[in-house]
């Protein structure tokens, strides 16, 4: 039997996922907005909605350090699930540069990780007509971090100094109705800063029950938050994040058609199995529920179920995965207690 590897996931919520929050600037530059607008258009090329997103802070839009950072956060909020408050994450400033592998001991790393929480604490996301909840789009005002608390816990004979981040509520309750999707930390670190792993996050939201995603070119540019509007520019900088992506086996392949791009997904073996009678997942989601009296199964539901049903078999049953699906069954299915 293979031997499954390992995962260190990292719970992400959808809306964060999809959105161009992290610049993918190199250098921090003095700008404290980004904006973006995107149309949608009927057959005839007439705009039909409109939507708009606006990353704000006082101390300097967030940059693609920043979103390490931020997905260490997470990664310490899946390992701690249950033990504090479900809004609340509790850890040290050595446990987080642990989980970004920065040297702990290295005074200017740890204040950058400091000024970076202090970053987040103070960036607001405005999602107007684009805040994914309930099957609608809507117009929401979300904090990427709350709030910061710094405190001291006894450890042994001594005190130690604790940071608690208070994540919003409009993201926790986003997650709890399922809008996330499980990031695998450890291959994230293997890619490159920036670049390379924004667009494996967008792609791991955008690949289920798909052989294969395309999209235009400058559409994905701005979900990547990139600025340049020159596709002989874009396809370089995109190029690049592909070919490492490819090489870490993140993707299968990727071409470019026309003024698209298509990225081709690796399927498991496992998955393997059943893919030609995909169904199979969702006459076992539906058989799942009615098992246990739920007579009216929703389509909500039988998605869900598929979606988690899926992740177990294609990502090998790991602890944490069950204990999320777990999760998700006690807060979902009528009468399982």
Known sequence: MTEIKKKEHVIMEGNLLEYPI???????VDRTTEEYVWHE????????SERKFKVDCTKGVPNYFDMDVFNAIMRVYVKKGGVYKKTEIHFTIYELMRE????VHDGAKVNRVRESLERMAKTSLHFENSFY???EKITRIVHLI???EIYEKQKGNRLINMVKVVLDDELVNSIERKYYKLIDFKIYKTLAAGMPRRLYEYLEKKKYRKNQFEIGIRRLATWMGLKTSKISQLKELLGKANNELKEKRVIDKWKYRKANVVYYFHKSERFKEIEDNLFYLENLAVTFYQGLGQEKVSEVLRREGMIMLQDLIDEGYTKEEVAFALGWAVDNIKNIH
Not at 22 to 28: D, E, G, I
Not at 100 to 103: D, G, M
């Open 133 to 135: 909840a309930e099957k």
């Open 41 to 48: 258009r009927n057959g005839a090329g007439e705009i039909t």
């Open 146 to 148: 709350s709030r910061i």
């Open 100 to 103: 970004l592998e920065l040297p």
């Open 22 to 28: 992290f610049s993918m600037q190199k250098r921090r």
